[in-house]
């Protein structure tokens, strides 16, 4: 058995096969999920896991170069966005290095999932809880 965090088996396979620029998206229980895109669906009820455990979770295996986020975060869920930004410069910290944050629109936030590798959903139910990692390389 796995000794690290991450015990689901198709969102471990999905963190290991991704290479340098490749995303992972992690949402909320409403992002529409291209037909054409890994799902890998670990919503149970409202709120379980929340996207902040999941994050958690996946950042603790995978390496973080870039992120996306809709710009409505901002206004429409600023206490998400705030841990989340917690959570990045400590990210930061632990990886060494400095992770680009970049801000568009929510229609452009979802064109955008069609071209990452999975999509984790997760059982949360606050807006515009949504991300793309961008994998970076450890050296």
Do not use: W
């Amino acid at each position: 058995m796995k000794k690290t965090t991450n015990l689901n088996a198709p969102l471990s396979h999905s963190i290991a096969a991704l290479g340098h620029t490749d995303s992972l998206t992690i949402c909320d229980a409403g992002l529409p999920i291209p037909d054409f895109v890994e799902r890998i669906d670990l919503a149970l009820t409202a709120g379980v896991p929340s996207f902040l455990q999941t994050f958690d979770v996946v950042v603790s295996e995978l390496f973080v170069e870039r992120v996306l986020i809709a710009e409505e975060i901002k206004q429409k869920n600023p206490q998400i966005l705030d841990a989340l930004l917690a959570r990045l410069n400590q990210l930061e910290q632990a990886q060494n290095n400095q992770i680009q944050i970049d801000y568009v629109n929510h229609e452009i936030f979802k064109e955008q999932t069609h071209s990452s590798k999975a999509i984790v959903r997760t059982g949360e139910c606050s807006p515009y809880a949504n991300i793309i990692l961008y994998s970076g390389v450890p050296f």
